[in-house]
């Protein structure tokens, strides 16, 4: 027995409330189970599967922006795209968005990993918290019910979770409607592993009311630990689901995880390091990890110009947005969680010939009905540190001034 997606019209919204629940006290039960399937089978799963269906068909929406100015007619709408690795360095997070050249005065911000009321993020609902920093709607879609405090380096933070939910969303500086969200399946059985948790992605979509007219926003996180071919499936999903709706210009952002590998285990993840072997770690290093579309994660992105969506002009093409170091103690850590220990010395080996470091871009944006603003380009912007020098995230944002092609 699986546990069968809903539909899009399952989704609904409301108030922070509607997350309310008192699951945690039955996760050491939960927690050994070795599959979905099994846990999805037990009696314990049939007396909390009300709870967890109404908490993954939810996403809360609070309208916390003042009225939209309408003398910003024929402004550009200003969009971020960012992975913020949870919000665990949020005091830095907040103080970039507010402060940062590249950050600060976004219309529309589409974020992913943010947690509600984990301890390695300090059990804030982050953001609820973000958006009441910046003044903004919010919404926010729970993906994750984790039973444990995080993978790798995670796991050895003090504290305990106290509503343990993990998703993403949306903020956005005019007022959103017909809010709701996509479920996406997943890739690999969430309570295999060392990592177990309950739930699957989901897109966010929400129509957003900017006062030059109505255009359709999409967050999106696609899975991490699968291969090319169900992220390409996962945006096929999306892009099915938009098409029953009205038609709207419409931007898409955030972290596609086009690694270029075959992550759905670590066997299939050996072999794919052992094929870039062959091609030359300088080559894919070069001319691959920074371009998934060119060839690895290529069949992803022609299924979207088919359909009419632009990702080319929208994007700052082969820049990376996720860097691999191999002396990050913390990263290898985390890696550790689903690589195999004896593959260590050929990953470090590879990454030791392009000097130790490695890029990849994950992530993006692609528009319908959208163009990039006259006289702007988009812009990937890294190096983000907060007060300690500490990375902020884990992913560069991304970002692109846009205008409605009926506008132009």
Known sequence: ???????????????????????????????????????????????IRPDVERIMNAVVVEHLAEKADASKLKDPIRALAWNIERGIRFDGIVEALKNHEGLKDKDLLLLTELDYGMARSGNRFVAQEIARELGLNYAFAPVYIPLQKGSGVESDMAGENTVSIHGLAMLSRFPMKNVHAVPLPNGKDKMWGKEKRIGYLRALVADIEHPAGDFRAVTVHLDAHCSRAHRRM????????????????????????????NSQSSTRAIMGYWRRVLMGPRNVAKN?????????????????????????SLNEIGVGTLHY????????????????????????????????VVHGRLD??????????????????????DAEDRPLSDHDAISVDLVRSTDT
């Open 1 to 47: 027995m699986m546990i069968k997606l809903p539909s899009p019209a399952d989704s609904y919204s409301g108030p922070p409330s509607i997350l309310e629940h008192d699951l945690n006290k039955h996760f050491p039960e939960l927690l050994k189970f070795e599959s979905t399937a099994e846990m999805a089978a037990s009696e314990l799963y049939q007396q």
């Open 234 to 261: 996962q945006i096929k999903l999306i892009l099915d689901h938009i098409e029953t709706l009205s038609p709207l210009p419409t931007i898409i952002g955030g972290d596609w995880n086009t690694t270029t590998f």
């Open 288 to 312: 691959h990890l920074p371009n998934p579309e060119r060839y690895f994660e290529r069949n992803l992105f022609k299924d979207l110009e088919r359909r009419g969506y632009d990702y080319r």
């Open 325 to 356: 170091y191999v002396g990050s103690i913390e990263k290898n850590t985390n890696l550790r969680d689903w690589v195999p220990e004896w593959c260590f010395p050929f990953i470090f080996w590879a990454a030791g010939r392009v000097g130790g």
């Open 364 to 385: 993006w944006f692609t528009g319908k009905g959208m163009c990039i603003a006259p006289g702007t380009k988009p812009r990937t912007i890294g190096g983000l540190i």
